[in-house]
């Protein structure tokens, strides 16, 4: 078996000293793709901080086991500041890590990759736009696209399917399908036809977490830990919801 790239040992986390997650263990792969699924309010957001260490955990390690990597991070839609006045092009070279700590000098390898990302996301014509100015869908392409500036080891999504279209998000989830060939991806979603039909294993947080090592949607799962009505309104809910939590 291969060596954990980033490990979450008994993380007990939360603010202001009130904990939001209890006793999480969570060990990611090489090659990993972990739909994590929840409530509201559940802690998914809280539980993708601690991995990124935004958090530290008041109980509990984050480690990882086979050395330092890059972690690609697509932030939730809501949480972004559009305000501040930078262009898509700025935000996506954002993601470069530099020694500047003020304004980031590119090499040329860095600004081929920064424009190949840009062409390939299809955001070439919104290159100068600032980021105010965009959709929420083109935001989402801006994001996706700084996250992989650095060609993670691990990506992580938290929720990357809001304000995108069905075209994009098609188009989004054959990309990551493939850059999982390459990379160990966390999506959090709330999307669970999406989460079953994509995602290797399934991580359900709500304050604990439950592991599962498949990609079956249960119906012990959802009651516990998401909105039945979200599958009501998927049209192509997976059967494998009917079968009994275990
Ligand atoms: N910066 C913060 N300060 C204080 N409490 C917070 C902060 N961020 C989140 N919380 C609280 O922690 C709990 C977990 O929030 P979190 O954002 O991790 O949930 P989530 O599962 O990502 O929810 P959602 O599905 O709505 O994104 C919530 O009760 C939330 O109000
Ligand atoms: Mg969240």
Excluded at 49 to 77: E, R, T
Excluded at 138 to 166: C, F, G, H, M, W
Excluded at 170 to 181: A, H, I, P, T, V
Aim: with cysteine; hydrophobic share 40%.
């Amino acid at each position: 078996m291969n060596k954990a790239i980033a490990e979450l040992e008994d993380v007990t986390a939360g603010y202001n000293g009130e904990a939001v997650l209890r006793n999480i263990s969570l060990k990611v792969y090489p090659k990993d793709f972990i739909g994590v699924i929840g409530p509201n309010g559940g802690g998914k957001t809280t539980m993708v901080k601690v991995l990124l260490g935004i958090i530290q955990p008041f109980k509990g390690q984050v480690s990882f086991p086979s050395g330092k990597i890059n972690i690609g991070y697509l932030p939730q839609a809501s949480r972004v500041d559009r305000s501040f006045p930078i262009s898509v092009e700025e935000v996506i070279q954002s993601g470069f890590k530099t020694g500047s700590a003020w304004w980031p000098r590119l090499s040329k390898a860095q600004k081929a990759r920064s424009t190949k990302l840009i062409d390939e996301t299809g955001l070439s014509a919104y290159r100068k736009r600032p980021i105010g100015e965009l959709s929420g869908g083109q935001l989402q392409r801006v994001l996706l696209s700084r996250a992989l500036i650095n060609q993670p080891e691990l990506l992580i999504l938290d929720e990357p399917n809001t304000y995108v279209d069905k075209n994009f998000e098609g188009e989004l989830y054959k990309w990551l399908q493939e850059l999982n060939k390459n990379m160990a991806i966390i999506l959090v979603s709330h999307d669970v036809g999406t989460i079953s039909s994509m995602v290797k294993t399934i991580a359900c947080v709500n304050q604990n977490m439950h592991y599962h090592p498949s990609n079956e949607v249960t119906a012990g799962m959802l009651e516990s830990y998401n909105a039945p009505l979200k599958i009501v309104a998927h049209d192509k809910a997976p059967r494998s919801i009917l079968n009994k939590h275990i």
